[in-house]
């Protein structure tokens, strides 16, 4: 993984790093040798991880407290961010909730509008042009297998992802020929919290996998592959569910969320 600094030079800035995929992120990027900025909203959890990644790595870390679904927030960390040549950039943050479309907080449902699609899609804008002038980069997005069909049930979510996955395609492209490398990460069931704040429980999630093997594996597959989801089962998962005509694959997504939220709810009532 030391050749991703060759390759792309020694500042990484990590969305999302204060837990899960993107503090793994963050450790594998601090084991080659790349400087930090790492934010997210927690500013005690990024102290921490900041203060952890220097002494066991020797690296720079900053730290920025942002909440992505500010507009205000996430303005200033592009200003911020476009003062430094990130060489590598992880638009990892994210958040979904699960149930009926009609039984959400609208106002959630477009605060992760804002988290998953919107920011993403500006900090690409903002900090890609930098990546052009240098003929180098690498510009990794986490989607969801969520964002490859629709989800019934977790239908906001799915729809966020879905944004995030055909932008980072077509940008896959059109940054090809600049030499800036850019994936789409499209995981399914990690090990992390963000299963749990939906109300799901760990025994229910199939596939599931360690996050840091999904970022070891996004980190492996930049600049090779257009998309990686990490891991047979989950792999096999979403290509069986892109196979099938949409309508059924439709009704085969909803069925099993809305089984999996009936068993969460009688799982955790039972506890
Ligand atoms: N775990 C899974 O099974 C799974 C599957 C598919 C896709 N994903 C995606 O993977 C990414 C990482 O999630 P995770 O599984 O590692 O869960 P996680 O541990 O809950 O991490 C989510 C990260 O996003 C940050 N975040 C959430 N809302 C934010 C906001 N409004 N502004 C700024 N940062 C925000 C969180 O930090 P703060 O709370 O400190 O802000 C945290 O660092 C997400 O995009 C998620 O959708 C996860």
């Not at 205000?72 to 911020?80: F, G, M, S, V």
């Not at 986490?142 to 932008?167: C, D, I, N, Q, R």
């Not at 492996?220 to 990686?228: D, E, I, Q, S, T």
């Not at 997504?253 to 969460?264: C, F, R, S, Y």
Request: with cysteine; aromatic share 8%.
């Amino acid at each position: 993984m030391h050749n991703l600094r060759e390759k792309y030079g020694d500042k990484a800035l990590i969305t999302g790093a204060s837990s899960g995929i993107g503090e793994q992120f963050a450790w594998q990027l601090a084991a080659s040798g790349f400087d930090l900025l790492i934010t997210a909203r927690q500013e005690e959890q990024l102290q921490q991880l900041a203060d952890e990644l220097k002494e066991k790595h020797h690296i720079d870390v900053e730290i920025v407290a942002c909440d992505l679904s500010d507009t205000k927030q996430l303005d200033a960390l592009i200003e911020k961010a476009k003062a430094t040549d990130f060489g590598l950039v992880v638009s990892n943050a994210g958040f979904g909730a699960k149930g009926d479309f009609l039984e959400h907080d609208y106002v959630q449902v477009e605060n992760m509008y804002q988290t998953n699609s919107l920011a993403p899609s500006k900090l690409a804008y903002h900090l890609l042009p930098k990546m052009v002038e240098n003929k180098r980069g690498g510009f990794i997005f986490t989607g969801s297998v969520e964002g490859e069909v629709a989800f019934p049930y977790s239908a906001p979510y799915a729809a966020s992802k879905a944004f995030v996955h055909s932008l980072v395609r077509s940008l896959w492209l059109e940054m090809k020929q600049h030499g800036v490398d850019v994936l789409l990460l499209a995981p399914g069931s990690t090990d992390t919290a963000a299963p749990l704040k939906q109300g799901m429980t760990k025994d229910q999630l199939i596939g599931l996998q360690s996050p840091a093997f999904v970022a070891k594996k996004a980190l492996g597959a930049l600049g090779k592959k257009m998309v990686v989801t990490p891991g047979f089962v989950n792999y096999a998962f979403i290509s069986l569910f892109k196979i099938l005509p949409r309508r059924w694959s439709t009704i085969a997504a909803g069925l099993g969320m809305k089984k999996a939220i009936a068993d969460a709810k009688s799982q955790n009532q039972a506890k």
